[in-house]
C-alpha cells in the first residue's frame, strides 16, 4: 500500500477556493488511480473526484465544473483545486489510491484501498 498525507485545507468564504494536495509515499505513484472523498458530520463518505493513472478524470456532479483534480508524478503528489466554494463542501477531504482499473460506474469508498487521514474544509456562509 502507499501512505497518504494530505495538506490545504482550511476556513474559507462561500465563493473562495482552496487548493487541497496529497502526497503519496513511493516509486510507483504514477501507476496508482487517485480519488478525493469527503465526509460531512453525520454523513457517508462520498466521491469528489478520481484521476486514473492514463489521467482520465472523473467528478461527482455536485462539484463538476467547480473542482478541478490533477497529478504530478514527479512530485508523487495529486492536487484538488476547489473554486466556487459553498457551504455544504463544509467536511473532511480524503485523498485514496488504489491500482487497476476504475469501474466505469459512480465511483465507492471500496473502490480505493489505501487512504490518507484527512484534512478539515470549513466554508463559511
Known amino acids: 500500500q502507499v501512505q497518504l498525507v494530505e495538506s490545504g485545507g482550511g476556513l474559507v468564504q462561500a465563493g473562495g477556493s482552496l487548493r487541497l494536495s496529497c502526497a503519496a509515499s513511493?516509486?510507483?505513484?504514477?501507476?496508482?488511480?487517485m480519488g478525493w472523498f469527503r465526509q460531512a458530520p453525520g454523513k457517508e463518505r462520498e466521491f469528489v473526484a478520481a484521476i486514473s493513472w492514463s489521467h482520465n478524470r472523473y467528478y461527482a456532479d455536485s462539484v463538476k465544473g467547480r473542482f478541478t483534480i490533477s497529478r504530478d508524478n514527479a512530485k508523487n503528489t495529486v492536487y484538488l483545486e476547489m473554486n466556487s466554494l459553498k457551504p455544504e463542501d463544509t467536511a473532511v477531504y480524503y485523498c485514496?489510491?488504489?491500482?487497476?482499473?476504475?469501474?466505469?460506474?459512480?465511483?465507492?469508498?471500496?473502490?480505493?484501498?489505501?487512504w490518507g487521514q484527512g484534512t478539515q474544509v470549513t466554508v463559511s456562509s
Open positions: 513511493g516509486r510507483t505513484f504514477s501507476n496508482y488511480n
Open positions: 485514496a489510491a488504489d491500482l487497476g482499473q476504475l469501474p466505469h460506474r459512480k465511483l465507492e469508498r471500496t473502490d480505493f484501498d489505501s
